[in-house]
């Protein structure tokens, strides 16, 4: 809908338009069944119901070598955790799925029919091998799946056309506009910032936060306490992550400037607008 609002009002003639890409937020999973329909809403890497998992994954199987593959931290944010949670906790539809998507994957398969992913999208499932750029045999074994039940691997400047007509009239497209795959947000943040140089850091915060730089080959930590993300197959995004972001302004609202709160409330404004004012004052 975006894209068709874009086109819209624009007022650009779709024969300009010269290709789309995409980005994505990381860690998401959905379980499709043999008919392609979802059995499960898009899980995000909000949702912390796999914690019990992850730590079973890290003590029992040695997850620290998983990590070590696949440089994405045993933490339940990740596919990798939450497949190993429903095959034990939601075990009808870990045996019903037949194949594990993430949220750009169930998209492109509705544009064009085929379940495809990125190298950057699929190195912060936990199943992705930063060596090799294929399913990390190790992972899917703890698993229990095969690579059929999940998507085709390709490079992030993969390029694809002839999306369904359908689609391509909904957002005023021509058909065969090619479509490049793209990566996933993280470390296309840095991308954005022109943050892509040696011993350039990016720190981005939002509903989460990260903090990130690019290396020419993958990196892990001992410990296990970063990440390191696919940007291109010269390229990766190494950093560490806080799972919340702007939310920290609400406890400080919340708990240290009721004074403030009371002031946005007299005059008839935001609270933050009263923060940032005395911020912009100091």
Not at 45 to 60: P, Q, S
Not at 145 to 160: A, G, K, N
Not at 247 to 263: G, M, P, Y
Request: aromatic share 10%; net charge negative.
């Amino acid at each position: 809908m975006t894209i068709k609002y874009i086109m819209r009002e624009s007022k650009v003639n779709q024969d300009d338009i010269k290709f789309v890409s995409f980005s994505a937020q990381m860690h998401s999973l959905i379980a499709m069944d043999q008919q392609h329909q979802r059995l499960t809403n898009n899980i995000t890497w909000a949702d912390n119901r796999a914690a019990k998992y992850a730590t079973v994954i890290n003590e029992v199987h040695d997850g620290n070598a998983i990590y070590q593959r696949t440089g994405t931290p045993i933490h339940p944010m990740s596919p990798l955790a939450k497949i190993f949670w429903m095959k034990h906790e939601w075990q009808d539809v870990f045996q019903r799925t037949a194949k594990f998507a993430d949220i750009k994957t169930y998209i492109f398969y509705h544009l064009f029919d085929r379940y495809i992913i990125d190298y950057s999208m699929a190195s912060a499932t936990g199943m992705f091998n930063l060596e090799t750029l294929d399913w990390d045999v190790g992972a899917l074994e703890l698993l229990g799946i095969s690579e059929e039940m999940l998507p085709e691997l390709v490079p992030t400047t993969y390029v694809m056309k002839g999306m369904k007509e359908r689609y391509a009239t909904l957002m005023g497209l021509n058909e065969d506009t090619p479509f490049v795959i793209g990566a996933s947000d993280g470390v296309l943040s840095n991308l954005g910032v022109n943050s892509v140089g040696k011993g350039e850091v990016a720190v981005t915060i939002g509903t989460s936060g990260a903090i990130r730089t690019v290396i020419d080959k993958p990196r892990t930590d001992y410990k296990g306490r970063i990440f390191c993300y696919v940007l291109t197959e010269d390229h990766y995004v190494i950093g560490g992550p806080v799972n919340n972001g702007g939310v920290v302004l609400r406890w400080l609202r919340d708990e240290l400037l009721a004074s403030e709160v009371e002031t946005a409330k007299r005059l008839g404004v935001d609270p933050y607008d009263v923060f940032n004012s005395n911020c912009k004052a100091c």
